[in-house]
């Protein structure tokens, strides 16, 4: 893969590069931006994204419209998927998770791409970059195409590097009084943040992860929204060949920069406007994770109890087309009209980085979805880690020695404890006073836009790649 670039004297191709992202708003939301940062002047890549259709949820038929129409330059290929024989091979009871369910639909699918691939001219075809959840297939694709393949990390270092570990561990027998697990080259994993599917090895999860990690080292390297300053002993650790010595290299060309036009549109972005600087608490866990009704109602109280302004964006099922649920039943209309002076709480799709991006912003409860990780992180904003599936706990774990951020540990996966109102809003005071914890968040934009400036570590590490292929 080459590029032009103004003012080189001998004239190159124009690299060009297919994005294969696989189900769900956090593998979407990076694709869309790495789309971006690479149809733009600065690299000046000829785009083609990969567009499953049709998508698990709503949210990433929105996102994929809004993108295309505000990125005519960037190619949409999309792709079909057929559909399935039978309605479901599995029963109600034992559904898989939607998300996880389409992650095997587009895996089992990915050799309908080769014709798609093969015909993409003007100019053709130079470089694959796919999500982790397709490792095993494209990798098959790629070798007959004879491309070369990038892996596109949505989660962390940290996790991304367990993931890379886990055919070789054996879980199973592990009990809670076994501490932690040492990997090599990396520090400890406590046994309490593994994901709990990984105990069990034909959990569809595990299963998945296991089959993807074991087709990593033919790729060129990992791409990593992250940054050297951010994780850089893991990077390190998987660089100089500690943690497996087949491991391509990581590549961390993070935090990515947002590729969405502000747009003043949401009713909460003008509610936000008349709020004082750095007054109001975020509370949000992402774009597939329900809390229960009872706990949704003790973190309403915990909210009531704090005091504090808050925007608060609740979901109720994993995935967005099923929501039914009224604010009213949920919360009742005394508690909405007790707080309607203090906080907002919306049902819907917020613009999570220009609510970040906002002045009034203080604080963010979050789940640790890696996007919101790295989103907190290009703003500054300190966060209540509030961690409750799969990579959430690692990634709380990085955002706390960062010093972007605090762990509650013993609040538990989704659905282990009921969190109790008092102790929420006791943490929610904490978070919005703590005065060191915001310094210290402010130094991690900091090393963030060092990262991504001109000359920064993630901005040279995404030009080498388009230049040295
Ligand atoms: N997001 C958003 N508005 C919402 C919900 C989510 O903008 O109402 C975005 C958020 O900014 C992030 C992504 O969707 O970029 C969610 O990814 P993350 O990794 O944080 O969590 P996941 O949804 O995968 O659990
Ligand atoms: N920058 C960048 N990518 C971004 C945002 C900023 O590379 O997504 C760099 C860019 O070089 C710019 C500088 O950071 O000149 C300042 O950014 P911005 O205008 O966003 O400043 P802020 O609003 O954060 O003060
Ligand atoms: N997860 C889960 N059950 C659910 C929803 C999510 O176990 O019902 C966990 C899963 O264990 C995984 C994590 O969510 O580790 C993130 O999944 P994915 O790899 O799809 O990344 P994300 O969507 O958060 O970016």
């Not at 093969?118 to 694709?141: E, G, H, K, Q, W």
């Not at 009209?337 to 604080?363: D, F, M, N, Y």
Request: charged letters at 20%.
């Amino acid at each position: 893969m080459s590029m032009s670039r103004i003012g080189d004297s001998q004239k190159r191709a124009v690299a060009h590069v297919a994005l294969f992202p696989s189900a769900g708003i956090g593998h979407l939301v990076p694709f869309l931006r790495l789309a971006a940062m690479l149809a733009s002047p600065n690299c000046q890549c000829r785009v083609t994204l990969i567009a499953v259709q049709p998508p698990v949820s709503a949210a990433e038929s929105n996102e994929l419209s809004t993108f295309f129409a505000s990125h005519p330059q960037i190619n949409q290929l999309d792709f079909h998927l057929p559909i399935p024989s039978s309605p479901s091979e599995f029963a109600d009871a034992d559904k898989p998770d939607p998300f996880f369910a389409r992650f095997l639909a587009i895996s089992s699918s990915v050799h309908l791409l080769h014709p798609l691939l093969a015909s993409l001219s003007t100019p053709p075809l130079s470089a694959i970059f796919a999500d982790f959840a397709v490792a095993a297939d494209i990798n098959r694709l790629a070798d007959e195409l004879s491309m070369p393949l990038y892996i596109v990390s949505t989660t962390s270092a940290r996790f991304f590097s367990l993931m890379a570990c886990l055919p070789d561990l054996i879980l199973e027998s592990k009990s809670s009084e076994d501490s932690s697990i040492q990997l090599p080259g990396l520090a400890s994993v406590p046994i309490s943040s593994l994901p709990p599917p990984f105990f069990t090895p034909d959990h569809i999860f595990t299963a998945h992860i296991r089959l993807n990690a074991q087709f990593l080292s033919k790729a060129k390297g990992i791409l990593l929204n992250s940054f050297d300053w951010f994780e850089s002993e893991t990077i390190a650790a998987v660089n100089t060949g500690k943690v497996l010595a087949h491991l391509p290299p990581f590549l961390p060309i993070g935090p990515y920069e947002p590729c969405k036009a502000v747009v003043k549109a949401g009713s909460y972005l003008q509610w936000l406007d008349g709020q004082p600087n750095e007054s109001v608490v975020y509370v949000s866990f992402g774009s597939r994770t329900a809390l229960s009704k009872e706990q949704i109602r003790e973190l309403g109280n915990g909210l009531e109890r704090s005091g504090c302004r808050f925007l608060w964006v609740i979901k109720t099922t994993k995935v967005d087309k099923d929501e039914r649920e009224d604010l009213q039943d949920l919360l009742g209309s005394s508690f909405l009209e007790r707080t309607k002076k203090k906080g907002l709480v919306c049902k819907a799709w917020v613009e999570q980085e220009q609510v970040l991006a906002h002045p009034a912003i203080g604080g963010f409860v979050s789940h640790c979805g890696w996007n919101s990780v790295t989103e907190a992180a290009r703003y500054g904003v300190p966060i209540l880690a509030w961690p409750l599936n799969g990579d959430q706990k690692l990634n709380a774990e990085v955002t706390e020695k960062a010093g972007l951020g605090v762990w509650m540990r013993h609040w538990g996966w989704l659905g282990e404890n009921l969190v109790k109102g008092e102790e929420i809003g006791d943490q929610i005071v904490e978070l919005m006073q703590d005065k060191t914890l915001r310094i210290k968040a402010k130094k991690v934009k900091e090393e963030a836009r060092k990262a991504y400036e001109v000359g920064g570590s993630s901005k040279k590490v995404l030009l080498e790649i388009i230049e040295n292929h």
